[in-house]
């Protein structure tokens, strides 16, 4: 029985079909849609655990659809599949809400393996909703709602925001490097050259200076990664 349904918006009928066949196969139900039209009507009537996006689409495009997600579901885990593979690109859909950016031609079984980490990641989420929030510096991070907050008002994080920012409060003032980050928060391993971290960090970082000004709390540690201080002054 399937537990979790996940959402193909692919203009190609070859690629949906695969990725449809292998989805299934693993125990997932799947929707698909051939356009961007289309897959946001099925978004908002099936409420699908996780999306599946090429950006090249007809009617509304990829980076369209994910900013109108994002607009109405900031939790939704979104992995975008595109052939376009500029630095840019990849940025870009991060920047906008994208969880996961995947180069076409890529293998079904990364495809597969990919998804079941998101989606562990996300009930791994709702298990430490249990453990309580971590308040500090005026900041209150809530696994519960999975959000953060400063004066009671919401910081207005993404999931994958509030996630890098969970693993690095819950490593108690020790730096971690890039790869424990984004093995933490997206549940597998960091190829080379992938700079979804600091995408993120920088998105988090942002964030948090606005509802809270005059205080940095994630400082660059140089030589190794990342690491989460209440205590730091904002320099600028």
């Known amino acids: 029985m399937a537990t979790h349904t996940i959402l193909i918006v692919e203009d190609d009928p070859a690629i949906s079909d695969s990725m449809s066949y292998h989805l299934g196969r693993a125990g997932y139900r799947i929707l698909t849609a051939a356009d961007g039209g289309t897959g ?60 996961d950016y995947i180069v076409k031609p890529f293998s079904t ?16 989420e709702r298990a430490r909703a249990s453990e309580g929030p971590i308040e500090t510096a005026g900041l209150v991070i809530d696994p519960a709602q999975v959000q953060a907050f400063a004066g009671g008002q919401s910081v207005g994080l993404t999931a994958r925001e509030f996630q890098v920012l969970l693993v690095l409060a ?4 020790r730096p971690l490097a890039r790869n424990k980050i984004y093995r933490e928060a997206w549940g597998y391993e960091m190829m080379s050259g992938d700079r979804s971290v600091d995408v993120f960090v920088r998105k988090v970082r942002q964030k948090l200076r606005a509802a809270i000004p005059g205080t940095d709390f994630i400082i660059t540690h140089y030589g190794v990664g990342y690491r989460f201080d209440p205590t730091a002054c904002d320099p600028g």
Do not use: N
């Open 109 to 124: 079984k990364e495809l597969v393996a990919r998804v079941g980490a998101h989606l562990r990641r996300r009930d791994k």
């Open 40 to 99: 946001l009507r099925l978004f908002r009537r099936e409420r699908p655990d996780l999306v599946v996006l090429d950006l090249m689409l007809p009617q509304v495009d990829g980076w369209r659809f994910t900013e109108e997600v994002r607009a109405d579901d900031p939790d939704v885990p979104i992995i975008m599949c595109s052939a376009r593979t500029s630095e840019h690109d990849r940025v870009h859909g991060l920047d906008i809400g994208a969880d």
């Open 170 to 173: 819950a490593a108690d003032g």
